[in-house]
């Protein structure tokens, strides 16, 4: 069966970083965090929590040679910040975001040609960087209709192909099922053939609309999650979401989603 996780930065709010993970390790969940750069690493591993997933750069961008220089630079920085909690799975999305999750480098439209070449080529050297440090870097496929506005490679249909078009172990996708949810839909047949490719590094969810736990809003989530049990998934899901309210039943709500 897969294992169960949980976004601290999106729970117990009004706590310090480390005492959020401390929490949910205490509830029986891994743990993930976003910009490590932000964080005493020190402090979260004393915690004694299990990391599952940080962001894998502090800055750049997939789309053309200088911001791919830099997206390499700090996701090496990034790769020493994952060791030192023993994390196993480095996030990428297709350009930075800022402090509201809008495109630090927006894209007007769709991605252009030379913006697809430029991503692959990236990604295949992120991938290496990934085998070496033995570890592996996942694509996040976002939303740009609520949360992210001219992020390049948003949709699952996209990271889904860079992923498969790089096909090395060290690059997996970061499927986030509730930016799936508003961009495209037909969720658990995306799983499916995600699944079917060997291409899922990790699972994220949120109900939509809010972004808040499963069982809040219009995603069928215990079907996703009988879903993912007979393709026999073993891997990650994580909840990236908000607390509707009380912060362990919403804990509690993703818990119960989850069990088949």
């Known amino acids: 069966m897969y294992t169960l996780a949980v976004c601290a930065e999106m729970v117990f709010r009004d706590l310090p970083i480390e005492e959020r993970a401390r929490r949910l390790h205490d509830a029986g969940f891994q743990v993930e965090i ?3 750069t932000r964080h005493d690493l020190a ?3 004393r915690t004694g929590a299990v990391f599952s997933s940080m962001t894998g750069y502090i800055r750049g961008s997939l789309t053309d040679e200088d911001d791919a220089a830099e997206l390499l630079r ?6 020493k910040a994952a060791a030192l909690l023993g994390c196993p799975r480095l996030n990428l999305h297709g350009t930075g975001l800022d402090g509201r999750g809008l495109p630090v480098d927006p894209v007007a439209g769709e991605a252009t ?8 080529r990236t990604l ?14 996942t694509l996040e496929n976002l939303n740009t209709a609520v949360d992210h506005p001219g992020v390049p490679f948003a949709k699952a249909a996209d990271t889904l192909a860079l992923v ?12 986030d099922l509730y930016h799936a949810q508003i961009g495209e839909g037909n969720l658990i047949e995306l799983v499916r053939r995600a699944h079917g490719l060997g291409l899922i590094g990790e699972i994220q969810v949120a109900d939509v609309p809010g972004r808040c736990e499963p069982g809040t809003g219009e995603i ?7 879903a993912l049990a007979d393709l ?6 994580a909840m990236e979401a908000w607390a509707s309210g009380d912060d362990d039943l919403a804990l509690d709500r993703f818990r119960t989603a989850f069990t088949v």
């Open 34 to 36: 976003w910009d490590w």
């Open 43 to 45: 402090a979260l591993e």
């Open 74 to 79: 700090t996701a090496e920085e990034s790769v």
């Open 113 to 120: 040609g030379p913006m697809w070449i430029a991503a692959h």
């Open 124 to 137: 295949g050297r992120v991938a290496e960087l990934g085998e070496s440090a033995g570890v592996v870097f």
């Open 164 to 175: 498969a078009a790089v096909n090395r172990p060290g690059l997996k996708m970061n499927l």
């Open 220 to 226: 069928a989530y215990p079907a996703v999650a009988r």
């Open 232 to 237: 026999g998934y073993d891997g990650t899901v």
